[in-house]
């Protein structure tokens, strides 16, 4: 038996920002608050989407003070704000950043308290505000996933917060917000959503529904990550990732991420790594690692990307997906910790406590070869250099 959950509707495609007043008038939603971060306010962004939902006539206000890996105080302001009107529903526009913002802030402004009291195991299903999300990043497939991740300051911890109350009525996919991203940001979110797909599909909560949404987002992801990291106006590959993350999204969420998320977490929130940019540093290690015990899956996963055919045997198939993610990493220039910068007695030093936040996730419990804390550290040694 399989538990699937999806947003209430989605709109997708070319355009669909415009259909925004339509959505939220067919889900009864009237008084919206947008949520964002600078940039995105800086770039005229989010002003089309403060002219489309005013010419429709909804009384909206907009909060522009979202930080990068949102953390339990930009949080806390964002829900003073939503508490300053009288809104029936949250806007998260922008990144995984913006939309896991709305989310912590819609269960919070109804309910109250710190978002500590619901980090993982804790599961919270009470509905909260209304959450609509709009993704101008293809990677993070928050749009359509039941968690948010939220970092403490003090200890940082990156928080991961899970359960429906995080899962968006509404979620709006226009692959044209994403034309103005960077290489260096494409590159990152697009393997953080390469990252989703491969390990929903071999994590031990894998389901037939997961799995045929995480082998169309492989399909999809693969051969254009590429393609839109070198030629950002490309609008095929830009689609293709669009769709293939909210794919990968949808299908992480009704399975799980496994131990490249558990150990990329603690690598954010104690250094600063952008997720994706984590992610990737990992990727290759831990599917090396992981293989053995799953490596049939594995190589469905390099079959579905086109790195082996059906006349590759399993074993030779898993062989050329990790060379093909050693590849990829070369081609998008993903640094090691070290050339990153990262101090390295720092990162020695502090080994025993990511590997227990690792731990404490729950991700890598769901990882086809399940580490203990000796062998996460281990796993962090190998990534180093
Ligand atoms: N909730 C989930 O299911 C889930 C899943 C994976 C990751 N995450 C979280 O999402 C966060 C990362 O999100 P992200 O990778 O999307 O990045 P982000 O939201 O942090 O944004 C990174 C930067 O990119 C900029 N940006 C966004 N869209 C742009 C565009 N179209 N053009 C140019 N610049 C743009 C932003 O302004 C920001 O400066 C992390 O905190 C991560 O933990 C959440
Ligand atoms: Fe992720």
């Not at 339509?22 to 919206?32: N, T």
């Not at 522009?64 to 964002?78: I, M, R």
Request: charged letters at 15%.
């Amino acid at each position: 038996m399989s538990a699937i959950f999806l947003p209430r509707a989605m709109r997708i495609g070319a355009g669909a920002i415009n259909e925004l007043p339509g959505a939220l008038a067919q889900l009864g939603l009237k008084a919206p608050a947008i949520l964002t971060d600078p940039f995105l306010a800086d770039s005229g962004m989010l002003g089309r989407l403060l002219k489309v939902l005013e010419d429709a006539g909804f009384p909206v206000r907009s909060y522009s003070g979202v930080t990068p890996d949102p953390t339990t105080a930009s949080v806390d302001a964002a829900v003073s704000f939503i508490k300053g009107g009288n809104h029936d529903c949250v806007i998260g526009f922008g990144g995984g950043s913006s939309i896991d913002t709305a989310k912590a802030v819609a269960v919070l402004a109804v309910r109250g308290g710190k978002i500590h009291a619901l980090k993982a195991p804790n599961e919270n299903n009470e509905a909260g505000m209304p959450i609509v999300a709009i993704p101008t990043t293809a990677g993070t497939g928050s749009e359509a996933t039941r968690f948010t991740i939220i970092t403490d300051e003090v200890t940082d911890e990156k928080m991961l917060c899970a359960g429906l109350a995080y899962l968006p009525v509404l979620a709006i996919v226009d692959y044209e917000l994403t034309l103005t991203k960077p290489a260096r940001l494409t590159a990152d979110t697009g393997i953080d959503a390469l990252t989703h797909a491969i390990e929903a599909y071999v994590s031990t909560f894998a389901n037939p529904f997961s799995d045929m949404m995480a082998i169309s987002a492989m399909r999809a992801i693969w051969p254009n990550l590429r393609s839109a990291f070198v030629s950002p106006s490309n609008r095929p590959a830009r689609e293709a990732m669009m769709v293939g993350s909210l794919q990968a999204g949808i299908a992480f969420s009704n399975a799980s991420v496994a131990l490249v998320h558990g150990m990329s977490r603690p690598i954010g929130a104690h250094f600063h790594v952008p997720h994706g940019l984590s992610n990737a540093m990992l990727l290759p290690v831990v599917t090396a690692w992981s293989a053995p015990a799953a490596v049939a899956r594995y190589a469905d996963c390099a079959r579905a990307m086109g790195i082996a055919t059906f006349e590759d045997d399993d074993q030779s198939a898993v062989t050329r997906l990790v060379e093909a993610l050693r590849g990829l990493n070369t081609d998008l220039a993903i640094p090691s910790p070290k050339i990153y910068g990262i101090d390295e007695d720092r990162w020695n030093a502090l080994l025993p406590i990511m590997a227990e936040q690792a731990l404490a996730s729950g991700s890598p419990n769901k990882n086809p070869r399940v580490p203990d804390s000796a062998q996460i550290q281990m796993l962090y040694r190998q990534v180093w250099s």
